[in-house]
Structure formats: structure tokens, C-alpha cells
């Protein structure tokens, strides 16, 4: 749905900064638009909806371009988020903004209805976005985000997770058939009628354990009894692997209560990490289902890309590691550059240091009420500092201030560490995950430009701009191209 409150904002922006950024880079647009995608270019990439590219796609990119020095889209062109489009909630159901070509989802149980947004019912977007930035030197990559705002329709639901109490939840499994024929579908469709110059692919979810214990940034709401998968898809294979899947659910009834107690701020008698750590001892089942789950996300990652590299060996396929790797240090954990580097073309570590300030806040506070149940949540704060290598500020700062661009310097330099620790036999680039005007956090143009300078300066091999152009302020994406300029890349 069009807003022209927002395209006269774009216009204005776009002739606030003509003279600095627009002037600046036309020489560099023109080679690029003249000389087919830049392959070679450095990534300077911006997430976003299927909405823009739904309007005038050569005034929108001659602007990204422009104002922000963007060569590469990143493209929410699957999903049931009405934020990502963006579209008005209320008339919203969202779905596959291309058209879903029915012979490679066969398996899957989905009808064309089921798959095909009815939002823009009379346009391809992916088809447009490809002709549009084919024609502008952009490289064009498909954001699969796999667990985002899941429709709670049949046939969808057959795909979802179920809890140790047998209730179905709302992600999809990653042990499910169907689930697994839908996305390997959704990527052979988008290679193989599109030709899209890539994918990212985007999980932003961990195992039961961790969720149980609400280890993650807003994990305070988290409930400690819908933890997952118990399905039989998942059941059947776990006992495969000789684990007991009755003392896996007994585990996690235990964890559940464990968790319940603390947010009720009933300090267990021997303290909260003691007591956790004797129920580790009696149900080790709690960590060895973490790592069933993370082994089976890690196998849907693998199978998508062999599915894809099938059809194009040169189609990348790169992974977006979700914020809470910088937050929680059992995700961290569970996050292993070097193995990821082995099956991914490229590596998106979320570095959004604005907002990294009240997320790992809410983190902090909601493990003070589990695992971490011992300390106050400032001090709790201090010891992630010590256990990540990071100088943020404290506490009752850290919100309203964000964090330093020297977090998303250590955490590039970090993640190319580990790569070359373990080198794959093929080039894994990373990008850095960037923010701007993500809500809830302070922009300037000058704090988005030290953002990738940061990036860049660190060793990063691109940069990709979150969460998505809808809901970016233009004058604080001018600072990218501020950036962009400053470094001579684009
Ligand atoms: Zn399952």
C-alpha cells in the first residue's frame, strides 16, 4: 500500500543530500549501471519488503544508490510479517510475493492459495525486483526468514513444532517433510525462475534448553513448558540416536519448574545455579536435546545449499546469525564460525550496535530470574562484558547509550578469526549486520556512517543494513553513503 507521506519524506531526503551523496557517487552508478551487477564491489546491502519494489523501482533504486551508496538488495520477498512489506496489519496475510512456480513444491501439501501473497495479486515482485536491479548493477539476494510471523493455517500448522506436552507451537520443525519439501522448494523456485544472485538465510531461534531458561533478548516472556520438538519426526530420530526421549520430557518438566520458581522469585534453596547445575547432572537429556536441535537446523542449512549449488554451484548461499549470539553465551556457543564457514558462502553476524544496548538489557534481566538468578541483573551485565571481551557501558546506561563501534569491530575481527582457524576450500566473506532506525533505539547519520566505517575498517567484506528500508529515516541512511564515499567502494 503506497505512502505518500513517506515517498515525499524519500524525495526530500533525496534532494536534502543530492549535492554531498547523490553528486558524489554518479560516477561510480553510472559504471555500475552500464557494466551489468558488480560482482567485485564490495557488498553495501539494504534488507527490504516487497512494498517499495511494488512502485517506481528505478526512482527507489536511483536513491538507495544515491543517498545510501546501496548495491545490493536483500530482499523479504517470503514471508508473513507485516512490518517487512510494510502493509497495514489488519489487512494483511502475506505469503510468497512471487509467483510460486507448483512443480517444485510438491511434498509439501501447500496449494497455490497457501503459498501466493495476496497483496499485490497482479505483480511479481521478485520478477520486477530482478528486471529493476539487473538494469541498475544491483545484486539482488533472497531473505529467507524461516520462522517469522508463520500463518496459523492448515496446511501451514502440519509443519510446527510440538512442546513435551504434545501441544503444537508456531515455528516450523526442522525435522518435518513438509516444512523441509516447502523451503527446499521456495529456493530451487527462486534459482531456477529467477536467477536470483543469492540467498541469506535467516533463523532466528535456538533449542529448548535455552528458551526454557529464557536466554535470548526479550526472553523474560518466554514460557518454560512450550519448548520444542518433540514431534514424532523428531522423536523418531532422537531415538535413533539413543537418546530417551521420556526422560528428555521429564527433564524439561523439571527445567520448566525450575524456571517458574525463579520468575516467581523463589530463590531455590542452594541458589539458582547450583540447583540448575545439579538438574544438568540428573538430566544431561536437557543439553543433548539442545544439541539434537541445533544439529537438525544445521542439516536443513546444509540441504538448502547443496539443493541450490545443485541448480547454480555459483549462487551463493550465505547465513544471517541471529543478535542473540552477541547476548547470551549459550548461543554463542551453539554459533561455531568454523563450522558454519564450511557450508555457508557467506557469514552475516547481526552487529547492531544501537540496539544491541536495551536488547542484551532485557537479557540480562530476564536470566537474573534463572540461570544467572544469583547476581543482579548490573552485574550479570558486567560478567557478559568479561566473558565476550566487551567495554559497553553498565547497566543503567546501556539502553539509552547503545553500544560503541568497537563491538562491532572485535566481533568482525572475531568471526574472521575463527574462519581462518579452519579455512573452507572456498571464499566465505563477511558481512556485517548493521542497524538503522531500528525502533526503540537512537540514529544519526554520523552514528550509522561510524557504524561501517567500523565494519570496514575491521575487515568486514561488506555490510548489510537492517531491518528493513520501510522503516529507515533517509537522512540517517545518507550516512552509508557517507561511508561509502569516505572508503572509495560501490
Ligand atoms: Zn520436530
Redesign the pocket.
Known amino acids: 500500500m503506497p505512502d505518500f507521506s513517506r515517498r515525499d519524506l524519500l524525495k526530500s531526503a533525496a534532494a536534502a543530500t543530492a549535492t554531498a551523496a547523490a553528486a558524489a557517487l554518479s560516477t561510480a552508478a553510472h559504471a555500475q549501471t552500464t557494466s551489468g551487477p558488480a560482482a567485485a564491489a564490495p557488498v553495501v546491502g539494504i534488507q527490504i519488503g516487497a512494498g517499495p519494489l511494488a512502485g517506481d523501482t528505478d526512482h527507489l533504486l536511483d536513491t538507495l544508490r544515491s543517498v545510501g551508496g546501496i548495491n545490493s538488495l536483500f530482499l523479504f520477498i517470503f514471508g508473513h510479517e507485516a512490518r517487512f512489506v510494510p502493509w497495514p496489519p489488519a489487512t494483511f496475510r502475506g505469503g510468497n510475493y512471487a509467483v510460486p512456480h507448483m512443480q517444485y513444491y510438491n511434498g509439501s501439501g501447500l496449494a497455490l492459495e497457501d503459498l501466493r501473497a495476496p497483496e499485490y495479486p497482479d505483480l511479481d515482485i521478485l520478477d520486477r525486483a530482478m528486471k529493476a536491479t539487473r538494469k541498475h548493477g544491483f545484486r539482488t539476494f533472497a531473505l529467507i526468514e524461516e520462522a517469522e510471523g508463520q500463518p496459523q493455517t492448515p496446511p501451514w500448522q502440519a509443519f510446527y513444532?510440538?512442546d513435551y506436552l504434545g501441544r503444537r507451537q508456531r515455528n516450523p520443525?526442522?525435522?518435518?517433510p513438509g516444512y523441509r519439501a516447502f523451503t527446499l522448494g521456495l529456493v530451487e523456485d527462486y534459482t531456477r525462475s529467477y536467477d536470483v544472485d543469492g540467498f541469506m538465510w535467516s533463523s532466528e531461534r535456538q533449542g529448548a534448553f535455552t528458551n526454557a531458561l529464557g536466554a535470548r533478548h526479550g526472553g523474560a516472556s518466554s514460557d518454560p513448558t512450550r519448548v520444542?520438538?518433540?514431534?514424532?519426526?523428531?522423536?523418531t530420530r532422537a531415538a535413533a540416536r539413543g537418546i530417551n526421549v521420556d526422560r528428555a520430557k521429564q527433564a524439561f518438566a523439571a527445567l520448566a519448574d525450575f524456571v517458574r520458581a525463579g520468575r516467581a522469585n523463589k530463590r531455590p534453596r542452594d541458589g539458582y545455579f547450583v540447583t540448575l547445575f545439579r538438574l544438568l547432572l540428573k538430566f544431561p537429556e536437557l543439553l543433548v536435546w539442545e544439541q539434537f536441535w541445533i544439529d537438525?537446523r544445521r542439516q536443513l542449512m546444509i540441504d538448502l545449499r547443496n539443493k541450490v549449488k545443485s541448480i547454480n554451484p555459483h549462487t551463493p548461499v550465505g547465513i544471517h546469525v541471529w543478535h542473540n549470539a552477541s547476548f547470551s553465551p549459550f548461543y554463542r556457543a551453539e554459533i561455531d564460525f568454523a563450522d558454519m564457514a564450511q557450508n555457508a558462502d557467506f557469514i552475516k553476524p547481526v552487529l547492531y550496535n544501537a540496539c544491541a544496548g536495551s536488547r542484551i538489557k532485557t537479557y540480562a534481566d530476564s536470566v537474573s530470574h534463572t540461570i544467572f538468578g544469583d547476581l543482579p541483573p548490573d552485574q550479570i551485565l558486567q560478567i557478559h562484558y568479561q566473558f565476550f571481551d566487551y567495554h559497553q557501558p553498565p547497566y543503567d546506561k546501556v539502553a539509552a547509550a547503545g553500544f560503541s563501534t568497537d563491538y562491532i569491530s572485535g566481533e568482525i575481527k572475531r568471526t574472521l578469526d575463527d574462519i581462518a582457524a579452519a579455512p573452507p576450500d572456498h571464499p566465505v566473506p563477511v558481512y556485517a549486520g548493521l542497524d538503522c532506525d531500528i525502533p526503540g533505539a537512537a540514529y544519526t547519520a554520523d552514528s550509522v556512517k561510524a557504524s561501517v566505517l567500523a565494519a570496514f575498517h575491521a575487515g568486514a567484506n561488506g555490510v548489510i543494513f537492517a531491518r528493513n528500508w520501510g522503516e529507515m529515516n533517509p537522512l540517517h541512511v545518507a550516512g552509508i553513503g557517507a561511508a561509502v564515499k569516505e572508503l572509495g567502494i560501490s
Do not use: G
Open positions: 513444532e510440538f520443525c526442522s525435522n518435518n520444542t520438538c518433540f514431534c514424532e519426526h523428531c522423536t537438525s
